[in-house]
C-alpha cells in the first residue's frame, strides 16, 4: 500500500507543469544542418558555474546518472539513485527506472519538485510530458528483462530532455532493441546517453545497431562498469563514428557545436562536490 501511494504520487507531480526562468527554445528533434565542425569541451569548469546561453551542460555523475543543466539553472539528473555527491543542490527534475538498484531509489528527496519514474503498473508502462517552460521531459517505454528470467512489457523508459533547441536521450536499462513505433517516438535524437555494458542491458552489437540507427551527433557511454566493455564498443563503433576522449567528466553542447560527423564522447564519472 505504501508503494502505491508513492507510485500514485509520483505520477500526479509528472502530470505538473511551472513556470520555468526561460522558454524553451523550439526544437523537432532534428540535428541542425550548419552544424561547426568539432566540439568544445570545457577545462576546470564546475557544475556550480552558470551555463552558457543557447548550450546545455552534461555531466556524468555515476553509472547511468547525469546532471543536464540548462541557461535557466534548471536541473534534471538522470537515473537517480538518491546520491549525486556531497552538494546541497536539490534538482528540479529526476528520471529513474527500476530494472536494478544502481537506477533508482524509493525514498527521493521530498524537496524534489518532479520525480518521475520510467515505469507504471505492470505491463502498462506511464507516460510524462513535463513542460518546464525552458525543458521539456518525455519518455517513451520500453521493456524489461525480469529477475527471474520473465519480461515486464514497458517496464522501463528511454527519457528525452528537449532544450536549447537539442534532444537529448538517455537510453536508460535498454533490454532490447527499440520497434520502428519507439524510434519514431523518439525522433532524432542530438545528444544521446548509452548503456555499453555488453550483457546487462543490450549485447554490444545490438547497441551499436540502435546507435547507428538513431545517428546521434554525439553518444556519450555509460553504464561500462570497466574499461573492458568501453574499449570493445569503441572499437566496434569506430568505423562509423569518430572517439574523443574529454579526459572529464563534463561537456558544453549547443546546436552550434555539435559535431560533424557522429561522435562518440568519453567522459569521466564523477560525484558532485562544491
Not at 26 to 47: E, N, R, Y
Not at 194 to 217: C, E, H, I
Not at 259 to 270: D, F, N, Q, S
Request: aromatic fraction near 8%; hydrophobic fraction near 45%; proline fraction near 6%.
Amino acid at each position: 500500500m505504501r508503494f502505491l501511494i508513492f507510485s500514485i504520487g509520483l505520477v500526479v507531480m509528472s502530470l505538473t507543469s511551472v513556470s520555468a526562468q526561460e522558454t524553451r527554445r523550439p526544437s523537432h528533434c532534428i540535428a541542425i544542418a550548419d552544424a561547426a565542425p568539432g566540439m568544445q569541451f570545457l577545462q576546470k569548469a564546475s557544475w556550480q558555474e552558470p551555463v552558457s546561453e543557447d548550450e546545455v551542460r552534461i555531466s556524468y555523475v555515476s553509472h547511468a546518472s547525469f546532471l543536464i543543466q540548462t541557461p535557466g539553472g534548471l536541473n534534471a539528473v538522470t537515473d537517480f539513485t538518491g546520491f549525486i555527491g556531497m552538494v546541497e543542490m536539490v534538482p528540479d527534475v529526476v528520471t529513474m527506472n527500476h530494472a536494478h538498484g544502481t537506477h533508482w531509489t524509493a525514498e527521493p528527496d521530498p524537496r524534489i519538485p518532479h520525480v518521475l519514474p520510467g515505469w507504471g503498473d505492470f505491463g502498462e508502462g506511464i507516460s510524462h510530458h513535463l513542460d518546464l517552460g525552458e525543458m521539456l521531459v518525455r519518455n517513451v517505454s520500453t521493456d524489461i528483462r525480469s529477475q527471474w528470467g520473465g519480461e515486464e512489457p514497458q517496464g522501463n523508459s528511454i527519457f528525452v530532455f528537449e532544450v536549447a533547441g537539442l534532444c537529448i536521450g538517455h537510453l536508460g536499462h535498454l533490454h532490447h532493441v527499440p520497434n520502428d513505433e519507439q524510434f519514431a517516438a523518439l525522433g532524432r535524437l542530438d545528444v544521446v546517453m548509452a548503456p555499453v555494458d555488453g550483457g546487462m542491458t543490450l549485447p554490444l552489437a545490438d547497441m551499436v545497431t540502435v546507435l547507428k540507427r538513431l545517428k546521434s551527433s554525439v553518444v556519450i557511454p555509460m553504464h561500462w562498469f570497466s574499461g573492458v566493455a568501453l574499449e570493445r564498443f569503441l572499437i566496434d563503433i569506430a568505423d562509423e563514428f569518430a572517439v574523443e576522449r574529454a579526459g572529464i567528466n563534463f561537456l558544453e553542447v549547443g546546436l552550434r557545436s555539435l559535431p560533424g560527423r557522429p561522435t562518440v564522447i568519453v567522459l569521466e564519472p564523477a560525484y558532485l562536490v562544491e
